[in-house]
């Protein structure tokens, strides 16, 4: 019996052909939203999560203030650190590899009529082992020139092809602002950053240099540690606190005025933004599959009222209640369930492709796959069931009138 | 179930009345029938449009049930069964013929033919098989393949025959029959009828208002206006 409603349910699909196409349509339009957008989201998260994880790994970064600002973070009222901070970090921690103390600002390079704007970074060759940068040409700072602040600076690969084009820049002068100063290196490139921002366009500069001849202070906005192996981050991180409260001389019982986060609770924050993202896509998309579960109901109805004869007829003969109600059901389950296969194979097509114009990574997720197939079906039923039910409490002598 | 004792009437309604509406809108369109029908008998209800007839042919068909009284079928009474177990009712016992043939659209013949089979559970190789002798037994050999449209009106009704008695009933009700047929389909169709009737040993009830088909008929009852007029409980052939 059931055979034959498949069979039944196929044939009336294949009789009505462009109003079974269009209402199918409706359906894989809503499938294959779903798919696509989710699965991109889900290439967004996998993006963010490896670029933070090349910006090196086993990372912490300590900050003043409370709390987790985000990618720039934010100025707070909090005492800054000092060069002396990032020192006591290095003779008193162990487990970690390397420290950079780590300030910033936003400035012009300038290069005879040539000009850049970028952000100098003062800090020291801990900065690139902590962030894996790697020279492409030049050299690092020497330990003289980064106790005595002196005038000499690494530059991004972005800048160096700005200022430099194809020249050989290393030995020349450079201008940031009013400090004249000699590049002694250029790092390799990195391109990009997920946050749109380009990791190659910075200079760099003795710390010591920053703070006297750039922000004509002794603060140190940040200190970046990395940390030997992942399993040495948790206990590195609570001698870190256990350190900074002490210098920072924080009673019992009170909060910390600066933080501690690594680069696991980066990706957390930053892949929870993405997630929330592709969660509000994908119920937009789930709106486009509950409209073509509309459609269902739409045509089962006509459906139905067109084939209210057929329906007498049965009914007189001798069907159950239960055995129309499951014939329509089935035809709607069966448009519905077309439609969802056809929409997953047109909704990873269309991932596929997009991932590739946003050059984003293709994440499969046979979850996403399934849930959305299961979906389809359920729409199928929810939506079939009140035409099928009408139809099946249809009065057979009523019926059978129909014209 | 078993059958009933011959003794017994095979449909036996027993002050049976309809009532349509409620109240003052009330239409009142059966008022007491008592009736009934023998295992192997050919009864016509005769009568004209509002008398009743259909009223009555739909509550034997257990298509409808009485506003009151009892309607016993094979020592069985309809009134207190569910739509469902009606449903089962006349799937295996009642075989259906309409004025308007009733087939389904752009089914084929044989198919249509099969269908109360398939509510039957029937296999389908033994349900083709079927289907094709029922379709031989009204003349519609090599007709199989057709749909209701490429049918004239007299070969659609033999296809709804042959529908009505594929399942082997015990009674056929056929409800204006050859309402939509010329003279002389009608009478083949008449013929048809008599045929299963006598040689099948099925039970046939049919309503017409044509007194040339209720000739075919072993015994006629005539409804007027709600009532039976004559023919009280006559047997005979």
Redesign the interface.
């Known amino acids: ?1 059931f055979m ?1 409603n498949v069979f039944l349910a196929l044939r009336e699909i294949r ?1 009505n052909a462009l109003r079974s196409f269009l209402t199918i349509l409706g359906i894989v339009v809503g499938v294959s939203a779903v798919i696509t957008l989710v699965t991109l989201g889900r290439g967004a998260t996998a993006q963010v999560t490896r670029e933070i994880s090349s910006m090196g790994s086993n990372q912490l970064h300590i900050r003043p203030g409370q709390g987790f600002h985000g990618p720039g973070g934010s100025r707070s009222t909090a005492d800054k650190f000092t060069i002396d901070d990032a020192e006591a970090v290095s003779t008193h921690i162990s487990g970690i590899e390397a420290v950079a103390p780590n300030s910033n600002q936003a400035t012009q390079a300038i290069k005879g009529n040539l000009n850049w704007s970028t952000t100098v970074t003062g800090t020291t060759n801990g900065f690139l082992q902590v962030r894996d940068w790697e020279l492409h040409s030049g050299r690092e700072f020497t330990n003289t020139e980064l106790r005595a602040g002196k005038a000499v600076c690494i530059l991004g690969a972005t800048v160096c092809k700005e200022l430099f084009g194809a020249q050989n820049p290393i030995g020349s002068w450079i201008r940031l602002e009013k400090l004249s100063c000699q590049v002694i290196g250029v790092l390799k490139t990195k391109g990009q950053s997920s946050f749109g921002h380009d990791q190659d366009d910075m200079v760099l500069i003795p710390i010591a240099a920053f703070q006297r001849r750039i922000a004509g202070n002794t603060d140190v906005d940040a200190i970046f540690v990395s940390v030997r192996s992942a399993d040495a981050i948790d206990p590195v991180k609570s001698s870190l606190e256990r350190l900074f409260r002490d210098r920072r001389r924080i009673g019992e019982g009170k909060e910390d005025d600066f933080n501690v986060r690594d680069t696991r609770e980066l990706i957390q924050a930053l892949t929870g933004t993405t997630r929330v993202m592709t969660t509000l896509l994908g119920a937009v998309a789930a709106i486009s599959l509950l409209v073509g579960g509309i459609g269902i109901m739409n045509i089962m109805l006509v459906s139905v009222t067109e084939r209210t ?2 329906i ?12 129309v109600l499951i014939q329509f059901l089935v035809e709607a389950v069966a448009i519905s369930c077309f439609g969802g296969v056809v929409g997953i194979f047109t909704g990873l097509v269309a991932s596929i492709a997009g991932a590739k114009v946003l050059h984003l990574p293709f994440v499969l997720n046979f979850g996403i796959v399934g849930y959305a197939f299961l979906f389809s079906a359920a729409v199928g039923v929810i939506f079939g069931y009140f035409p099928a039910r009408k139809a099946a409490q249809l009065n ?2 009523d019926a ?1 009138r129909h014209e | 179930m078993k059958e009933n004792h011959p003794d017994n009437p095979l449909l036996e309604l027993k002050a049976v009345t309809k009532v349509y509406g409620r109240g003052a809108a009330a239409m009142p369109a059966l008022k007491g029938i008592d009736l009934a029908i023998f295992r192997g008998e050919f009864v016509a209800i005769m009568g004209t449009s509002g008398s009743g007839k259909s009223t009555c042919m ?1 509550i034997l ?1 257990c ?2 049930v009485p506003t009151d009284g009892k309607y016993i079928f094979q020592d069985m009474s309809v009134g207190g069964l569910s ?2 177990q009606r ?6 016992f ?1 075989g ?1 013929v ?1 004025q ?1 043939f ?5 089914t084929s013949a044989l198919e249509n033919v099969e ?2 089979l ?4 029937v296999r389908p190789g033994e349900r083709r098989k079927r289907a094709r002798e029922a379709l031989a037994a009204v003349n519609l050999s090599g007709w199989e393949a057709h749909t209701p449209g490429e049918l004239s009106g007299g070969q659609q009704q033999r296809v709804a025959i042959a ?1 009505a008695i594929v399942s082997h009933p015990e009674v056929l009700l056929a409800d204006e029959p050859t309402g939509n047929l010329d003279s002389a389909t009608s009478r083949d169709v008449m013929n048809l009828l008599q045929r299963f009737n006598r040689e099948n040993g099925i039970t046939i009830v049919m309503v017409t208002h044509e007194p040339e088909m209720a000739e075919y008929a072993g015994r006629r009852i005539h409804f007027t206006d709600g009532l039976i007029d004559n023919g009280l409980m006559k047997r005979g052939r």
């Open positions: 019996m034959e009789r004869r057929e007498g007829i049965r009914l007189a003969i001798g069907a159950l209640e239960k055995e057979p002598i059978l | 739909n068909g298509l409808d739509r469902d449903a089962l009712v006349r799937r295996h009642l259906f309409f308007g009733n087939l389904l659209n752009r269908l109360p398939i509510y039957r559970g529908r």
